[in-house]
């Protein structure tokens, strides 16, 4: 939520309580708690009936894959932007500025229009110009 990740973060939790078994509300919900703390907090855990793709992402944010493991994994353009908006955000998280500028170019490279990870991709590099 344009780099208030404690705001980030409470809207995210408010919203996992809503809706217990979203995939990408809990993933948000940590990635937002670990940012404003600027560290990482307690492992993801798997949701009852996730998808393989899905549990990739879990498992590349719990560091049990590289980023080339990941990309691997990501069968088209929809996944690749998933993929490297995540690689962005584990790269802000480790304060490396050039590669979280780099992941977020690959994401916008995408064209994945819909996608909020494009949407905000776009939105932090035109502030980063």
Same mark, same amino acid.
């Given at each position: 939520?344009?780099?208030? =990740? $404690? +705001? ?5 939790? %408010? ?5 217990? !078994?979203?995939?990408?509300? *809990? ?18 855990? =798997? $949701? +009852? ?5 899905? %549990? ?5 944010? !719990?560091?049990?894959?590289? *980023? ?62």
């Amino acid at each position: 939520i344009n780099g208030d =990740y $404690i +705001k980030a973060k409470q809207v995210y939790k %408010k919203a996992k309580l809503a809706f217990t !078994n979203d995939v990408y509300i *809990n993933l948000k919900h940590q990635i937002s708690a670990d940012l404003s703390q600027n560290k990482s907090s307690t492992p993801l855990t =798997y $949701i +009852k009936n996730m998808t393989d793709w899905e %549990k990739t992402l879990y498992d590349y944010y !719990n560091r049990k894959l590289k *980023n080339e493991e990941l990309i691997g994994y990501a069968k088209d353009a929809c996944e690749l932007t998933e993929a490297y908006f995540l690689q962005a955000i584990i790269a802000k998280q480790q304060k490396n500025q050039e590669e979280f500028k780099m992941y977020l170019e690959k994401v916008a490279e995408q064209k994945v229009y819909s996608y909020s990870e494009y949407l905000m991709a776009k939105g932090i590099l035109n502030k980063m110009k």
